[in-house]
């Protein structure tokens, strides 16, 4: 029987077929000391041994291969300094090689496994060692470089979700490559806005 018991609020989950990936704002869950990112039992609910002891909130988590990337409110996490965007190792927690270092919060990431590429959503200016308005496409292979796509959103990034060649966003915004969205838009592969413009009145967000 599932029952994870957690004594916080959960802001995201991941299912791989093997464990269910939980972030949020949690010291508690599957009946172990957990801060803020856990994987579970999909059987039980109790929490494996995979650990990586984030220091603040987690908001998203995407799994590609053997790699979970997280996004979130914390500067640690996986036992090295990470600013609100990490990925860690499937088998140990640790945090690899990969450093996107965003000065701000970042609450959603899709991964587009048929290139390599990291899309990330938040509140941040700058992320990969660029300016990046609140969304950025980050290379998986090369530590978390910045590609050049850049769209520009004019506030926060809450979700995206990628299909082929074009990226779906949801937020805040009332203007993204250098056209009037509110709050959803849809991307090319080219970081410019598609015509698909279905004209939120409040806050975009897509599950």
């Known amino acids: 029987l599932f029952i994870p018991s957690t004594n916080g609020i959960v ?84 945090a690899t090689a990969w450093n996107p270092n965003a000065n701000a919060q970042v609450y959603s990431i899709a991964v587009n496994s048929s290139d390599g590429i990291i899309y990330a959503g938040g509140l941040f200016t700058n992320i990969g060692g660029q300016s990046r308005n609140r969304i950025a496409a980050l290379k998986e292979a090369t530590g978390g470089a910045i590609a050049t796509w850049n769209p520009s959103a004019n506030s926060t990034v809450f979700s995206i979700a990628v299909s082929g060649g074009t990226v779906y966003i949801g937020g805040t915004f009332t203007n993204v490559a250098g056209q009037t969205r509110n709050c959803l838009a849809a991307i090319d592969s080219a970081g410019t806005a598609t015509s698909w413009n279905p004209s939120e009145s409040a806050f975009g967000y897509i599950n």
């Open 11 to 94: 802001n995201t989950l991941k299912f791989d077929g093997t464990s269910v990936y939980v972030g949020g704002e949690f010291t508690n869950i599957g009946g172990q000391s957990r801060n803020r990112i856990a994987a579970l039992d999909p059987a039980t609910g109790l929490a494996t041994a995979w650990d990586p002891n984030a220091n603040g909130s987690v908001f998203t988590i995407e799994k590609n291969g053997t790699t979970i990337y997280v996004g979130g409110l914390f500067t640690s996490i996986g036992g090295q300094p990470r600013n609100f965007i990490a990925a860690l190792n499937e088998s140990s927690g640790l």
